[in-house]
């Protein structure tokens, strides 16, 4: 099955006869199959009808010389006598479940899983779709036998992870709470780690680049761009530098990033132009584990031995660029102050007789700067705006997404990285994540906008880089790296009064 083709379940079910109308007691949907002779991955759907309480059960199931239940629902109640396939109780009855099926693979909350009830209608084809397909992807990487495994999961993958997905992913999680939300991504994220962490162990390369999640909102004078990645799937800036120390990279791979991107912005008309005017609301940037405590410990270093935020870039700019005057950044470029000291001293001595008085005069300049951990720097490239934020070494000023620890100073317990997450001039937040808030970088950008758009509908578009930088907290080791995620989400503006 080619992995652009469409995985229309939803289709397929509500166009199957009634139950009461079906040929056998089993309908069957083909998810994936590389080649006739080899095994296939199917949604069996079986009726029992012949009781006092008809119903059906939906499985996921390996087939090859039999069926091997990979995954299966609830009994769900159906009516015998209606003139369509499934009402529709039983189908939000079955999302739920599949929902939920996702969500048993979310690695320490125990915490009890509460679906919220949803309305099913014809718009809930895409959710429905994806998440089978997460389902399935899941089932496949824990749950299938060998010769399946590694062909359906990377075909799957590519189809969870296309653009389509991702705009279904959007709609999935308006109907999720965000703690909801935040155990899905955590559950998809520790499956794919695993995957990764397994094809490494072997050697065996994979197709996924660099799977993610990130799904992006406007409303009025309120942008939203939210993000997910695990770890192990951000591209290494250091390819040829590797540990082979298990521990640590058990601690640094079962992590995932997560990240909000807020901008507030208004409309202003002005006689002959109109100013488009976007602020920093919030800019939030974490790394957090996909496993317990317990285990991170015990297979790890502990979950404080992370990679932390180094560098954010964002590039903001209109994607149609006809009607765009100007644009201007409301920071200036540092001009910081240099603090400087003198330090004079006179040293004399004096020597028995037959020699001479010697003076000795040394005079010191000391100079200091002081700077905060974080630059923040604004730019113009032809129509975009370009946001950068920088970590700088507390010790020497240099850029430390580019750079790696002096290794004298690893053994130092008083360097600004060691004991990074309990000390009181952190550059980060106690779990280990930084905020940029419109307190302190608030300034805005100002687009100047042709009068002729009032009314318009303008897109715009954000690209980003995150930068991750790992170097040692609190286990002692020589070894560092920086990994990379790149991001493009659209927005939109409406020009009107």
């Given at each position: 099955?080619?992995?652009n083709?469409?995985?229309?379940?939803?289709?397929?079910?509500?166009?199957?006869p009634?139950?009461?109308?079906?040929?056998?007691?089993?309908?069957?949907?083909c998810?994936?199959?590389?080649?006739p002779?080899?095994p296939?991955?199917?949604?069996?759907?079986?009726?029992?009808?012949?009781?006092?309480?008809?119903?059906?059960?939906?499985s996921?199931?390996?087939?090859?010389?039999?069926?091997?239940?990979?995954?299966?629902?609830?009994?769900?109640?159906?009516?015998e006598?209606?003139d369509?396939?499934?009402?529709?109780?039983?189908?939000?009855l079955?999302?739920?479940?599949?929902?939920?099926g996702?969500l048993?693979?979310e690695?320490?909350k125990?915490?009890s899983?509460?679906v919220?009830g949803?309305?099913?209608?014809?718009?809930c084809k895409?959710?429905?779709?994806?998440?089978?397909?997460?389902?399935?992807?899941l089932?496949?990487?824990y749950?299938?036998?060998?010769d399946?495994?590694?062909?359906?999961?990377e075909?799957l993958?590519?189809?969870?992870?296309?653009?389509?997905?991702?705009e279904?992913?959007?709609?999935?999680?308006?109907?999720?709470?965000?703690?909801?939300e935040?155990q899905?991504m955590?559950?998809?994220n520790?499956?794919i780690?695993?995957w990764?962490?397994?094809?490494?162990?072997?050697n065996?390369?994979?197709?996924?680049?660099s799977p993610f999640?990130?799904?992006?909102?406007?409303t009025?004078g309120l942008?939203?761009?939210?993000?997910?990645?695990?770890?192990?799937?951000?591209?290494s800036?250091?390819q040829?530098n590797k540990?082979?120390?298990?521990r640590l990279?058990?601690?640094l791979?079962?992590?995932?990033?997560?990240?909000?991107?807020?901008?507030?912005y208004?409309?202003?008309?002005?006689?002959?132009?109109?100013d488009?005017?976007v602020k920093?609301d919030?800019?939030?940037?974490?790394?957090?584990?996909?496993?317990?405590?317990?285990?991170?410990s015990k297979?790890g270093?502990g979950?404080e031995?992370?990679?932390?935020p180094?560098?954010?870039?964002l590039?903001?700019?209109?994607?149609l660029?006809?009607?765009?005057?100007?644009v201007?950044v409301?920071?200036?470029?540092?001009?910081?102050i240099?603090?400087?000291?003198?330090?004079?001293?006179?040293?004399?001595?004096?020597?028995?007789?037959?020699?001479?008085?010697?003076?000795k005069?040394?005079?010191s300049e000391?100079?200091?700067?002081?700077i905060?951990p974080w630059?923040?720097?604004?730019?113009?490239?032809?129509?975009?705006?370009?946001l950068?934020w920088?970590l700088?070494?507390?010790?020497n000023?240099?850029e430390?997404?580019?750079?790696?620890?002096?290794?004298?100073?690893?053994f130092?317990?008083r360097?600004?990285?060691?004991?990074?997450?309990?000390?009181?001039?952190r550059?980060?937040?106690?779990?280990?994540g930084?905020?940029?808030?419109g307190?302190e970088?608030?300034?805005?950008?100002?687009?100047?906008?042709?009068?002729?758009?009032?009314g318009k509908?303008m897109?715009?578009?954000?690209?980003?880089?995150?930068?991750?930088?790992y170097?040692?907290?609190?286990?002692?080791?020589?070894?560092s790296?920086?990994?990379t995620?790149?991001?493009?989400?659209l927005?939109?503006?409406n020009?009107?009064?």
């Amino acid at each position: 099955m080619a992995s652009n083709s469409v995985l229309d379940v939803w289709g397929w079910l509500v166009s199957l006869p009634p139950v009461s109308q079906w040929n056998s007691d089993t309908q069957c949907f083909c998810i994936y199959r590389s080649e006739p002779s080899q095994p296939s991955l199917n949604l069996r759907v079986i009726r029992n009808i012949h009781g006092r309480n008809p119903h059906v059960i939906f499985s996921l199931t390996a087939n090859f010389n039999s069926h091997l239940t990979l995954w299966s629902s609830n009994s769900l109640h159906i009516k015998e006598i209606i003139d369509k396939s499934f009402e529709s109780k039983t189908m939000q009855l079955l999302l739920s479940g599949i929902i939920a099926g996702v969500l048993k693979y979310e690695s320490y909350k125990k915490s009890s899983i509460s679906v919220p009830g949803m309305l099913i209608d014809k718009d809930c084809k895409d959710i429905f779709n994806l998440a089978l397909l997460t389902l399935a992807l899941l089932v496949c990487i824990y749950e299938a036998p060998q010769d399946l495994r590694f062909r359906s999961i990377e075909e799957l993958s590519l189809r969870l992870y296309s653009r389509n997905s991702q705009e279904s992913m959007k709609q999935l999680v308006r109907i999720l709470s965000s703690n909801l939300e935040e155990q899905w991504m955590r559950s998809v994220n520790l499956a794919i780690t695993n995957w990764f962490m397994e094809n490494r162990s072997s050697n065996l390369s994979l197709s996924l680049s660099s799977p993610f999640f990130a799904y992006s909102f406007s409303t009025v004078g309120l942008w939203k761009v939210q993000l997910y990645c695990p770890i192990t799937a951000m591209i290494s800036n250091n390819q040829g530098n590797k540990t082979h120390d298990s521990r640590l990279n058990f601690s640094l791979n079962y992590q995932q990033l997560e990240g909000v991107i807020q901008f507030t912005y208004k409309v202003i008309f002005r006689e002959y132009w109109i100013d488009v005017v976007v602020k920093v609301d919030n800019i939030r940037c974490d790394v957090n584990q996909l496993v317990s405590e317990k285990l991170i410990s015990k297979q790890g270093y502990g979950s404080e031995e992370k990679h932390f935020p180094s560098r954010i870039l964002l590039q903001l700019a209109p994607t149609l660029q006809n009607d765009v005057i100007s644009v201007s950044v409301s920071k200036s470029s540092d001009n910081p102050i240099h603090e400087v000291g003198v330090e004079k001293g006179v040293e004399g001595s004096f020597e028995p007789p037959g020699s001479y008085l010697e003076l000795k005069v040394s005079a010191s300049e000391t100079v200091t700067l002081a700077i905060k951990p974080w630059k923040f720097e604004q730019s113009v490239h032809g129509d975009s705006a370009v946001l950068n934020w920088f970590l700088h070494d507390g010790v020497n000023g240099r850029e430390v997404f580019s750079t790696k620890p002096p290794k004298m100073a690893i053994f130092r317990p008083r360097s600004w990285f060691r004991n990074r997450y309990s000390s009181a001039y952190r550059p980060f937040t106690r779990q280990g994540g930084v905020i940029f808030a419109g307190d302190e970088y608030g300034e805005s950008v100002c687009w100047k906008i042709c009068r002729g758009a009032k009314g318009k509908r303008m897109d715009w578009e954000i690209c980003g880089e995150v930068w991750l930088t790992y170097w040692p907290n609190k286990h002692r080791t020589f070894y560092s790296e920086t990994r990379t995620l790149e991001f493009k989400e659209l927005l939109h503006i409406n020009l009107e009064t």
